[in-house]
């Protein structure tokens, strides 16, 4: 598969996702670009000690490469964690607001409650009313959370409307 077919492929899926999904995927973008600042900073760090300490280029240059593929397939290898998605259906029980963006949100399942804590997706919870139902896939590695109850198709929406 070509450069070309790649990119038109990713691009008609970002075409077709629906609006929690592309707020997934830029808070996952920006997490793995955190992380990403880590090898920049160390190839800066090894280029100035080379430089300091006379080390002949093309040394500096292979160590600089190792430090690029080392830290190419340490990302690739975190960012398949922060794909697990895990779905939740249930009745929303509680939503409590712990600090600025991090939510704990009870969700009853069945006849068993599951607590969750959400870092990075919990404001859209705070539109669904206690007591309704509610899908949630979790990602327990990022804490996020990415809710996929769509409130004008819901019972309660159908009974006012």
């Not at 920049?40 to 300091?52: C, N, T, W």
């Amino acid at each position: 598969m070509s450069l070309k077919d790649r990119f038109a492929e990713s691009f008609a899926r970002s075409k077709t996702m629906s609006e929690p999904e592309k707020k997934a995927n830029e808070v996952l973008g920006k997490i793995l670009l955190k992380k990403a600042i880590i090898p920049v900073v160390i190839m800066f760090i090894i280029l100035i000690a080379g430089m300091y300490l006379k080390i002949n280029g093309w040394i500096i240059f292979g160590i600089n490469i190792a430090v690029a593929v080392a830290f190419y397939f340490y990302i690739k290898k975190d960012s398949e964690k922060y794909q697990q998605f895990t779905p939740y259906v249930g009745t929303l029980v509680s939503l409590e607001k712990k600090e600025k963006g991090v939510y704990t949100v009870l969700i009853k399942q069945g006849k068993k409650p599951i607590k969750l804590e959400i870092a990075h997706g919990g404001e859209d919870l705070e539109r669904v009313k206690k007591n309704q139902l509610v899908q949630i896939n979790y990602n327990p590695a990022s804490k996020m959370a990415i809710v996929m109850t769509n409130l004008k198709t819901s019972p309660q929406y159908k009974m006012r409307g």
